[in-house]
């Protein structure tokens, strides 16, 4: 049957490789293709049930005569409980796609035996299949079944019908049941073939658009959402020792002031090549913030391994050049390891590696550093009042700065100037969001500048992009955090400004 199909090719693909395509599409698209198949099952023979019934009463007065009634009687039962079937097993529920893929060609097999039937019935009756090859076309395009299989079936079915009326019909009848049922089978192939070219194109698409989303433009690495998801389903799902690298490109700002941002830009595109040339088949590799990376290397075979694979990032990162001039490029790399802890989860593995990272900076930047737990030992935290009237917002910036930092939560100025006042607390930094629904802003600022030390402390406000301020800030160390919160940018800022 394939040999005789590949005279009859549509396009440069044959069609034994568009089949393979076919059974793709329906492996990669199994959700929609199951979900599909099962929706027109209940469909179709619901619209088949209907119009069964109306022949059956048309045939106690209009087709009288042909003695019909008790197929269309038959039919109607058996269809029936077809549909039944449908609305008990498929209906809102998930089946295996080959399951429904099989019970799509059983039913079309029924239907196309039911019209071979009605179409030879009653024997005396010298009239041509009418029905036969139009509605088995349209089968062409209500089930989703890989290609060979789909025009097997109904090829089969064809050869039925002209059998059939070989030897139960005049050779009239027969010479026009067999021209419409070849030209039905070509007919068919045609159209079902070009339908699953547009589903396959299609789907190829949707999949480069969701890959274009999950993609950072400027470096071709994951972006940061993507990147969270794919080392988190990863962790959870795979038992083996994995590594997460944290990467951050040092002095990144002066990069940029000493090039500018478009020279910026193809530094860190180059940055990101040196990444991926590094990093392992299988290895996981992102851009999670503007100059920060992370690599999560899934095959850990050893610990020399990892680390050998962050020296050679280092080392190659000092070649690179911009306008011809060799700047003192470096970065700097945190690395913490699962096999460090028993239990790790995910984000305990990468807080481990931002700590190693931190661990790094702290020793002059330019190297790496391996996650030990007497880095935790060292650390000596620093309090952070977090005065913000949204939990939510709250929720975020505690999200990012808990691991390193004592934290405190208030939901407006009042209660911060109740606890700074009463608890005779200082904190070393206070980050306020000014949306107008948190009060007592400037009191809270008044107080923060009577310090002896306010030099020394840093306030950072949180504001939308084009929101004014106006309260007086004269005398206070400020920094800004703009909405939406980037908790990745907050976190680094945060450690860079107060350590």
């Given amino acids: 049957m394939g040999s005789?199909?590949?005279?009859?090719?549509?396009?440069?693909?044959?069609?034994?490789?568009?089949h393979k395509n076919t059974v793709d599409y329906i492996n990669d698209n199994?959700?929609?293709?199951?979900?599909?198949?099962?929706?027109?099952?209940?469909?179709?023979?619901f619209i088949i049930e209907i119009l069964l019934t109306i022949y059956f009463f048309l045939s106690l007065s209009v087709f009288k005569s042909w003695n019909v009634t008790e197929i269309y009687a038959a039919n109607i039962v058996i269809n029936g409980i077809a549909l039944g079937i449908f609305l008990l097993f498929f209906w809102k529920k998930e089946v295996p796609v080959k399951r429904t893929v099989r019970v799509c060609e059983i039913y079309q097999f029924y239907i196309m035996m039911f019209l071979v039937v009605i179409s030879l019935a009653p024997l005396e009756m010298e009239s041509p299949a009418v029905y036969f090859a139009s509605l088995g076309i349209v089968f062409a395009v209500v089930f989703i079944i890989p290609w060979y299989q789909m025009v097997i079936l109904f090829a089969v079915e064809c050869g039925i019908m002209i059998v059939a009326s070989y030897f139960l019909k005049s050779a009239n009848i027969f010479s026009i049941n067999l021209f419409s049922s070849v030209v039905a089978c070509f007919v068919f192939a045609y159209i079902a073939r070009n339908l699953y070219e547009f589903r396959i194109s299609e789907s190829i698409a949707k999949a480069k658009l969701k890959d274009m989303a999950g993609i950072d433009k400027l470096t071709g690495l994951y972006n940061k959402g993507n990147m969270e998801n794919?080392?988190?389903?990863?962790?959870?799902?795979?038992?083996?020792?994995?590594?997460?690298?944290?990467?951050?490109?040092?002095?990144?700002?002066?990069?940029?002031?000493?090039?500018?941002?478009?020279?910026?830009?193809?530094v860190l595109k180059a940055f990101g090549s040196i990444l991926k040339k590094n990093a392992g088949e299988g290895d996981l590799v992102g851009r999670i913030g503007g100059d920060e990376f992370m690599i999560m290397v899934t095959n850990v075979t050893s610990q020399e391994a990892v680390l050998k694979m962050a020296d050679a990032i280092v080392e190659q990162t000092h070649d690179i050049l911009a306008s011809e001039l060799v700047f003192a490029f470096s970065c700097s790399i945190g690395i913490a390891l699962r096999s460090q802890q028993e239990g790790l989860s995910y984000d305990m593995l990468f807080s481990y590696a931002d700590r190693a990272l931190y661990n790094t900076k702290n020793n002059g930047k330019n190297g790496k550093s391996l996650f030990t737990m007497d880095m935790l030992q060292q650390d000596t935290f620093k309090s952070i009042l977090l005065v913000d009237s949204l939990k939510v917002s709250r929720a975020l910036l505690v999200s990012c700065l808990e691991r390193r930092y004592h934290l405190y939560e208030v939901n407006n100025g009042l209660?911060?100037?109740?606890?700074?006042?009463?608890?005779?607390?200082?904190?070393?930094?206070?980050?306020?969001?000014?949306?107008?629904?948190?009060?007592?802003?400037?009191?809270?600022?008044?107080?923060?500048?009577?310090?002896?030390?306010a030099k020394d402390k840093v306030v950072f406000l949180v504001m939308s992009k084009h929101q004014k301020i106006e309260y007086n800030l004269e005398g206070l160390n400020v920094e800004y955090i703009m909405k939406p919160i980037d908790t990745i940018e907050v976190s680094k800022r945060v450690r860079e400004i107060i350590g």
Avoid: W
């Avoid at 005279?7 to 034994?16: D, E, K, P």
């Avoid at 994995?242 to 478009?262: L, S």
């Fill in 415 to 453: 209660h911060a100037l109740n606890l700074l006042q009463e608890r005779a607390t200082e904190m070393d930094t206070v980050i306020i969001d000014v949306d107008p629904s948190n009060s007592h802003i400037q009191e809270l600022l008044d107080l923060l500048k009577a310090y002896d030390n």
């Fill in 30 to 45: 199994q959700e929609y293709v199951g979900r599909s198949n099962r929706m027109m099952l209940i469909r179709v023979s």
């Fill in 230 to 266: 794919l080392c988190l389903d990863y962790f959870n799902h795979n038992e083996k020792n994995v590594a997460i690298m944290i990467i951050d490109f040092d002095n990144f700002k002066v990069v940029n002031d000493t090039f500018g941002h478009q020279q910026g830009d193809q």
């Fill in 4 to 18: 005789f199909l590949e005279q009859f090719n549509i396009n440069s693909v044959s069609h034994s490789e568009f």
